[in-house]
């Protein structure tokens, strides 16, 4: 990578041993992020009981769950009493197979999806989550929105700053190696605030509507690979921005030498 200066002078070995492990960095933190998005174990609910919700009442949390008229207290519950899983794009419980009203209770269990549609995602929120009469709050509906809007901000700056960094390949040029760190940077605020969003969200949540004691939350693998992939892409930028800025200051004080 960038086997030249922007004078054609041989770069030094420091600047591009930077320099490729700032793209590995970068390459690492892609994969994370766009792993984190398409998963769906943001945060787990865990109940300790689950073969008392496999009941002949449990059997239409189902129907509840994919209806088009539940609203967020509705598969909030079925996420408590079914072991669920919210992504940032679905939601999930564990549900028995055979689910009829005249099977017998069964261990035999399954996980099923549905996604969040668009108008899922700017949906507004409630201060008594599932009555639409309490008034909207704040706080929860933009902590919901950047959510889901963050994290492809995030994606869409370290691509750019991947092709301004193929343009200055092509150029031979290690200067424009600032720019693609810059956008490193801002792609790890980005992915940092998604996180404190997340989070911020999750308890905003759980205020208004409390686990139940038999029901443990966490938060699952695709939360933790949004959290690697903040300081991993801070670690790029640095690299990125010290080997092009050194690189350079370098350059200009050989020319200054040269000249005198």
């Not at 408590?80 to 209770?105: A, Q």
């Not at 190696?177 to 996180?195: D, K, N, R, S």
């Amino acid at each position: 990578l960038f086997p030249y200066s922007s004078k054609g002078a041989m770069m030094d070995n420091r600047f591009a041993t930077a320099l490729v492990i700032a793209c590995v960095l970068s390459l690492i933190s892609t994969i994370y992020m766009a792993a984190s998005i398409g998963t769906d174990f943001w945060y787990e609910y865990h109940t300790l009981s689950p073969a008392e919700n496999v009941s002949e009442a449990g059997r239409s949390i189902w129907e509840e769950f994919v209806s088009e008229e539940a609203d967020e207290k509705t598969y909030t519950d079925a996420l408590f009493r079914c072991n669920g899983t919210v992504g940032l794009w679905r939601r999930c419980i564990t549900v028995p197979k055979n689910s009829h009203w005249y099977s017998p209770p069964e261990t035999d269990m399954t996980t099923k999806c549905i996604s969040f549609s668009l108008s899922d995602q700017f949906m507004e929120k409630y201060i008594e989550p599932g009555n639409h009469n309490s008034g909207t709050d704040l706080n929860r509906t933009y902590l919901w929105r950047l959510q889901f809007l963050l994290p492809f901000v995030s994606l869409g700056l370290m691509c750019f700053g991947a092709l301004i960094g193929l343009c200055a390949c092509a150029c031979r040029s290690l200067y424009p190696a600032i720019a693609t760190g810059v956008l490193h940077f801002l792609a790890g605020l980005c992915t940092l605030g998604l996180v404190g969003c997340y989070v911020a969200g999750i308890e905003l949540l759980h205020k208004k509507l409390p686990l139940p004691d038999d029901v443990r939350g966490e938060f699952g693998w695709s939360f933790c690979l949004a959290c690697v992939s903040a300081p991993l892409q801070f670690m790029a930028a640095a690299l990125f921005i010290w080997a092009a800025r050194t690189n350079r200051k370098e350059f200009t004080l050989l020319k200054a030498y040269r000249v005198a």
